[in-house]
């Protein structure tokens, strides 16, 4: 069995920053990618980012593109996810998720939350304007 810990969610206000962790244990992730989503009352849950399984590729959505970085570490099993110049449509709690993938990189169907087999627990993100 997989789990997901994220932490490093809070309130913070417009134009602030914050760095997301994914804590993953129970599986050797190096056939893994990761990847973070986010939901606010009342809307879907929509893609923001991930990484390929060897850390080599990212991805973003179009949305936090130039603001957001994801990162990892695979010696730690952990990903990171920076966020800068945070917005108040930002705000949302945050997921991580993990899946397996047989090469390293994803394809556009992995930016739907139906495609990723693991998810955290999540965690709140509140920007103030």
């Known amino acids: 069995q997989v789990q997901l810990v994220e932490s490093g969610g809070g309130l913070v206000q417009a134009g602030g920053s914050l760095r997301l962790s994914c804590a993953a244990s129970?599986?050797?992730?190096?056939?893994?990618?990761m990847g973070w989503f986010r939901q606010s009352p009342g809307k879907e849950r929509e893609f923001v980012s991930a990484?390929?399984?060897?850390?080599?590729?990212?991805y973003y959505a179009d949305s936090v593109k130039g603001r957001f970085t994801i990162s990892g570490d695979n010696a730690k099993n952990t990903v990171y996810l920076q966020m800068n110049s945070l917005k108040p449509e930002d705000t949302a709690v945050y997921y991580c998720?993990?899946?397996?993938?047989?090469?390293?990189?994803?394809?556009?169907?992995?930016?739907?939350?139906?495609?990723?087999?693991?998810w955290g627990q999540g965690t709140q993100v509140t920007v103030s304007s």
């Open positions: 129970g599986r050797a992730f190096s056939s893994y990618a």
């Open positions: 990484i390929s399984r060897s850390g080599g590729r990212t």
């Open positions: 998720a993990a899946t397996y993938v047989p090469i390293d990189m994803i394809g556009s169907n992995y930016y739907t939350a139906r495609a990723w087999s693991y």
